[in-house]
């Protein structure tokens, strides 16, 4: 019964809620947001091991970064791993919506937003972090200009 | 005697008043929407920055076309995500499903814009590398 009532609450088990013309532009979109993801992983992961490497190239030439890893280490592991989880959002949203072009089930398209939706909302919080940061940072650098002018 | 219950049967039975998939896209219209009026901001600035470059630098020129560049390669993708998640607020506010489809064909563009210049991207740092090889050899 619960299961009848989900399915209800999607909208019936197969597709109806959408024209077959959007459910083919749908489905066409799915290899290049896949090509998207997998980019996605080949630029962050590629970026990491740059920066790895031009790290273990500059302790080698004797510069010293201090003991442990380098800020700017732990920093481009972090943006590697939260481009890693967005990446897999898209992935996701592109796999199922593949599948809904196969199956024509109505869970396989709400599956297929529900990860859109998770994409764009850490995609967003992101936005609003970096926004808030580059505020706080043009406000400190303003201070700190001001404090040295006088 | 055979009785039928509507309830039972998930096609015939009368669909909630909005299928739970059209309010995922709904939320995520929201998001877009906030994220193209932000890239909208960044294009201008970068628009304004080549125009700043022009005024204050000495080789003002070259920078005021990369800044105008950069702007011009912005706005298409920052349009398309703006046109889709509109689309999807329309089609919230109408139930028309041709705004729907419309807002799926800009999705497919922005997604296509974003590959191809993926794939430049990529051309251009495979071109530098072998370029680099060549000339290390």
Wanted: charged letters at 10%.
């Amino acid at each position: 019964m619960e299961e009848i009532i989900d399915e209800l609450a999607l909208g019936g088990v197969q597709s109806d809620v959408l024209s077959a013309k959007a459910v083919a532009t749908l489905t066409s979109t799915a290899p290049w947001i896949k090509f998207s993801a997998i980019m996605g992983y080949v630029v962050s992961v590629g970026g990491l091991v740059l920066n790895v490497s031009t790290g273990s190239a500059y302790r080698s030439m004797g510069y010293n970064f201090g003991s442990g890893a380098s800020p700017n280490m732990i920093f481009s592991v972090i943006v590697c791993g939260i481009a890693i989880v967005t990446s897999t959002y898209l992935l996701l949203y592109a796999l199922k919506l593949e599948q809904f072009g196969k199956s024509n089930i109505q869970r396989d398209l709400y599956e297929a937003f529900k990860n859109q939706r998770i994409y764009y909302t850490i995609t967003g919080v992101l936005c609003i972090i970096y926004l808030a940061v580059l505020t706080l940072g043009l406000i400190g650098g303003g201070v700190a200009a001001l404090m040295m002018a006088h | 005697m055979e009785t039928t219950d509507s309830s039972l049967n998930p096609i015939s039975a009368p669909a909630a008043e909005t299928p739970l998939l059209l309010v995922e896209l709904r939320q995520s219209a929201r998001w877009m929407k906030f994220l193209s009026i932000v890239g909208f901001i960044f294009v201008g600035l970068a628009a304004l920055g080549g125009l700043l470059m022009l005024a204050i630098s000495r080789f003002g020129f070259i920078f005021t076309i990369v800044f105008f560049l950069f702007g011009l390669l912005g706005y298409f993708p920052v349009m398309f995500l703006f046109q889709y998640a509109r689309g999807v607020q329309n089609h919230q506010q109408t139930g028309d499903m041709d705004e729907l489809e419309n807002a799926f064909h800009k999705q497919k563009a922005f997604w296509k814009y974003i590959g191809v210049i993926m794939i430049i991207y990529l051309v251009v740092i495979l071109i530098g590398i072998l370029t680099y090889i060549a000339k290390a050899q």
